[in-house]
């Protein structure tokens, strides 16, 4: 239900469930810093959270330049995995030809361990972006690619029947049914690929790189610099976090009744 | 134009009865399904069948006896095997569209409000939906749900759901009205209740209505006329002229006409081993 009164309501709901799980957190770095502090552990193998603190910030610069470079090859890795997958997954879903060749192929490549052929991509493209961009493309493409196709299929067979007694022309019913009812199917797989989406771009990284997040993490753990591989790890995190919840706005705003749906089955259920 | 020249029972009563001309016609069809690897079934076998304009008309049986086939006949979804289904005159060979359809589940869209549901009927067949927003209006307050226009499905009960379910297949004003099964999932009270507005519905606007059902009393409560079917293959066991004065409120079970009829039913599926005599202890075959 829109309406000031219900953004409202939903932002105190939302304190009330997020309110516990902040507090732990809160608690869990207090924990952390008192008892580094009391058993007197070194630094190099945990550091307490206000030492991660003072050493990101001395070095804020060179991570911020490095969550730059990891920031645009996970953008444009991801924007390519959308582009391409999901008007294959219309190609999949609407030509009996594409189901029958291409389908089995997407999901025989789907079991190949994607991580693995990174260094395929070094061979081939250097140590330069291109094979940052195909890693996390790779990654992120059979997520999307797998879910919008279940989605194009997903139409029920009454609603299809209440249509047709329309005379409802094609397009119109993949505008007005096929592809609002695809649309949840859609966001589904795209959430999985941004998540995959930063997992990618730092193993593409690891393997060969001079820069980005996954690069100066190899280099402050091989000077055992654990503070700042702290450090980089909360920025790697944080990053993953706002691309997953951007697609989740995203996904608000464009299916809004699926969402608040979802939320009065949990109700139902609680 | 389509009297049937086979003298069954059915087509007997039908034609004694008959007054007004036959707005959808059935002449010998059977149905047949075949899959691929199993044995086909014959859903339908040889019926003869005919629905008269305005007339209300409904389909009693067990599952498996082929009404379900039979309104998906006459609405062009599935086509015959054999014979042929005809609509205001014309053979259907092709889904139909001068006409509103109701399922068992009401089929609603969910990303889309109460009356946008109903809209989307108009949208399909590419009218304006602006030019029926208040006729929308007017519908969903004719089947109880003035405020709930703004609602989405997932905020309905199920039988505020059915009733979008109706208005959306009222709203385009189509002269035949199909509904199969279409308070299968509802509670008893809901169902009585939703069987009373349907009737009000139908007496101010006097469709053509193919009405199917499992429940005997529904049948006899809401049709004109009664369709009796058994099952394996689907056949036309009689056709009952139910003679219930209307409206039909809740006392029209008391009637004697009501009491007549459904026992005359209850007769023939005892007879067909549809059901069984109390008597009859159960687990022996």
Not at chain 1, 222 to 231: E, I, K, N, S
Not at chain 2, 11 to 26: C, G, H, Q
Not at chain 2, 128 to 157: C, I, K, M, N, W
Not at chain 2, 183 to 211: M, N, P, S, Y
Request: with cysteine; glycine share 8%.
């Amino acid at each position: 239900m829109p309406g000031e009164q219900g953004a409202a309501r939903s932002f105190v709901a939302w304190v009330r469930t997020r309110g516990a799980a902040l507090l732990i957190f809160v608690a869990l770095f207090v924990v952390w810093e008192v008892a580094v502090r009391v058993t007197g552990i070194k630094e190099y193998l945990l550091p307490p959270p206000s030492t991660i603190w003072t050493e990101f910030w001395k070095r804020h610069d060179t991570v911020a330049l490095g969550a730059w470079v990891t920031t645009q090859e996970i953008l444009a890795g991801y924007a390519l995995a959308v582009v391409v997958s999901v008007p294959l997954a219309l190609a999949v879903a609407y030509s009996r030809f594409m189901e029958e060749a291409v389908y089995p192929v997407i999901v025989f490549l789907q079991i190949i361990p994607k991580i693995a052929i990174a260094p395929l991509f070094i061979i081939w493209f250097g140590f330069g972006f291109t094979p940052k961009l195909l890693l996390v493309f790779l990654l992120s493409f059979f997520p999307i690619v797998v879910s919008s196709i279940a989605g194009f299929k997903s139409a029920d067979a009454d609603i299809m029947d209440f249509a047709r007694t329309t005379g409802a022309s094609g397009w119109t019913l993949f505008r007005k049914i096929r592809l609002p009812q695809a649309l949840p199917h859609i966001f589904t797989g795209l959430k999985v690929g941004a998540a995959l989406a930063a997992t990618a771009a730092v193993v593409a990284e690891f393997v060969a790189s001079d820069r980005g997040l996954g690069y100066l993490l190899l280099q402050y753990n091989g000077q055992l610099d654990t503070p700042m591989v702290f450090a980089t790890i909360v920025i790697l995190s944080l990053i993953g976090l706002v691309v997953y919840y951007a697609v989740e706005v995203v996904e608000r705003l464009a299916i809004p009744w699926h969402v608040s749906q979802q939320a009065t089955a949990k109700d139902a259920t609680l | 134009m389509t009297a049937p020249s086979v003298a069954t029972a059915a087509t007997r009563i039908v034609a004694a009865t008959d007054a007004s001309p036959p707005y959808v016609a059935l002449t010998g069809v059977t149905k047949v399904y075949r899959r691929a690897g199993r044995e086909e079934t014959r859903a339908l076998d040889r019926v003869d069948l005919t629905i008269r304009e305005g007339e209300f008309l409904a389909i009693v049986g067990p599952s498996g006896c082929g009404k379900s086939t039979l309104l998906r006949l006459v609405a062009g979804l599935h086509l015959a095997s054999t014979g042929e289904v005809r609509v205001d005159g014309r053979v259907v060979d092709r889904p139909q569209t001068n006409l509103g359809i109701v399922f068992q589940s009401p089929v609603l869209l969910d990303w889309r409000t109460a009356l946008a549901n109903v809209l989307v009927q108009v949208e399909l067949r590419g009218l304006d939906p602006a030019a029926y927003r208040d006729r929308a209006r007017r519908l969903l307050t004719q089947v109880g749900l003035a405020d709930f226009g703004d609602r989405y499905p997932h905020e309905l009960s199920g039988g505020m759901r059915k009733r979008v379910a109706i208005a959306r297949a009222l709203i385009h004003d189509a002269p035949l009205l199909l509904m199969d099964e279409p308070f299968g999932a509802l509670d008893a009270l809901t169902r009585e209740q939703i069987r009373l507005d349907l009737e009000a519905l139908w007496l101010a606007t006097r469709k053509t209505v193919l009405f199917i059902t499992h429940s005997i009393d529904e049948a006899v409560l809401l049709a004109d006329r009664v369709v009796v079917m058994s099952p394996r293959p689907g056949r036309i066991e009689r056709i009952l002229d139910v003679g219930l004065p209307r409206p039909r409120g809740l006392d029209a079970r008391r009637a004697p006409e009501f009491t007549r009829a459904t026992e005359a039913i209850t007769e023939i599926f005892l007879a067909r081993g549809v059901l069984h005599g109390a008597a009859r202890p159960i687990g022996q075959e």
